[in-house]
């Protein structure tokens, strides 16, 4: 606010604004009026994301045949309370895994969640022997998970095709590789099985405004699983 108190250029003419004692006070009367109050008690208010407590282990796909190979099937989440997925803070989460039998495969031993992601994926190495193992994940301050990992030898009889989205629950980010999405030749049984040829598979997803997968494909020869992004 500027008030010009003396306008006076000798002419006799008054140009600006003669300020006196009731105008000032008329004034700031206005002015004080214009002004919200300050409150003598004013809250805070601290906005945060949701924080993770607490890890999960998804191993998709949970049936992996025993061919002396890696497999990228074991992924690690970070969630909170209620099971949703929360994303690492800026020193990333540093995951330590073990698998109890050594016989069927190892799984790498380390990992890291890193900053503003969820969750991470991991290979274990079968051996050429059928069986099980029991695979557990630890990190300090969000405890420890495990899960059953089951080796069996591939049929050679593929009947029918799984699918695994892995993790289940995922940030919606809008990102490419919000999860993995593996899909695993079968035997009727339930058995991984190999591809007796080159298989192109399509893929859809049944809300594509929520996500998509890419449109189709190929399972090489000889191979039990392809993956894909969502």
């Given at each position: 606010?500027?008030?010009?108190?003396?306008?006076?250029?000798?002419?006799?003419?008054?140009?600006?604004?003669?300020?006196?004692?009731?105008?000032?006070?008329?004034?700031?009367?206005?002015?004080?009026?214009?002004?919200?109050?300050?409150?003598?008690?004013?809250?805070?208010?601290?906005?945060?994301?949701?924080?993770?407590?607490?890890?999960?282990?998804?191993?998709?796909?949970?049936?992996?045949?025993?061919?002396?190979?890696?497999?990228?099937?074991?992924?690690?989440?970070?969630?909170?309370?209620?099971?949703?997925?929360?994303?690492?803070?800026?020193?990333?989460?540093?995951?330590?895994?073990?698998?109890?039998?050594?016989?069927?495969?190892?799984?790498?031993?380390?990992?890291?969640?890193?900053?503003?992601?969820?969750?991470?994926?991991?290979?274990?190495?079968?051996?050429?022997?059928?069986?099980?193992?029991?695979?557990?994940?630890?990190?300090?301050g969000y405890g420890s998970r495990s899960a059953t990992l089951t080796v069996m030898l591939p049929s050679e009889t593929p009947e029918k095709l799984a699918v695994y989205a892995?993790?289940?629950?995922?940030?919606?980010?809008?990102?490419?590789?919000?999860?993995?999405?593996?899909?695993?030749?079968?035997?009727?049984?339930?058995?991984?099985?190999?591809a007796r040829s080159r298989t192109a598979i399509d893929l859809t997803s049944s809300k594509p405004s929520v996500g998509t997968v890419p449109v189709r494909v190929t399972l090489?020869?000889?191979?039990?699983?392809?993956?894909?992004?969502?």
């Amino acid at each position: 606010l500027t008030v010009h108190t003396n306008g006076d250029d000798g002419s006799g003419s008054n140009h600006g604004t003669r300020l006196n004692q009731e105008k000032l006070d008329s004034i700031l009367i206005w002015c004080s009026e214009d002004t919200p109050p300050i409150p003598q008690n004013p809250a805070t208010l601290t906005t945060r994301g949701i924080a993770p407590t607490k890890l999960a282990l998804y191993l998709g796909p949970p049936r992996i045949p025993a061919t002396s190979s890696n497999y990228y099937c074991v992924f690690v989440q970070l969630q909170d309370d209620d099971g949703n997925p929360a994303c690492a803070a800026a020193s990333g989460v540093g995951l330590s895994l073990t698998s109890d039998n050594a016989t069927v495969g190892t799984v790498y031993p380390s990992a890291t969640i890193s900053k503003g992601v969820s969750y991470v994926v991991t290979y274990f190495t079968t051996k050429g022997v059928a069986g099980t193992t029991s695979i557990t994940v630890s990190a300090s301050g969000y405890g420890s998970r495990s899960a059953t990992l089951t080796v069996m030898l591939p049929s050679e009889t593929p009947e029918k095709l799984a699918v695994y989205a892995t993790p289940p629950l995922v940030v919606a980010n809008g990102k490419s590789s919000s999860s993995h999405i593996t899909v695993q030749l079968q035997d009727a049984s339930g058995r991984p099985a190999k591809a007796r040829s080159r298989t192109a598979i399509d893929l859809t997803s049944s809300k594509p405004s929520v996500g998509t997968v890419p449109v189709r494909v190929t399972l090489s020869i000889g191979y039990t699983i392809v993956q894909a992004t969502f």
